[in-house]
């Protein structure tokens, strides 16, 4: 894994819980 795609995960994991956040 690259530090890249660390932090694209890590970018994707936020926008989730954002997501998740808003369907409440």
């Not at 894994?1 to 998740?20: G, L, V, Y």
Request: charged share 10%.
């Amino acid at each position: 894994m690259t530090w890249q795609a660390s932090k694209n995960n890590h970018q994707t994991r936020h926008h989730i819980s954002i997501f998740m956040s808003q369907s409440k």
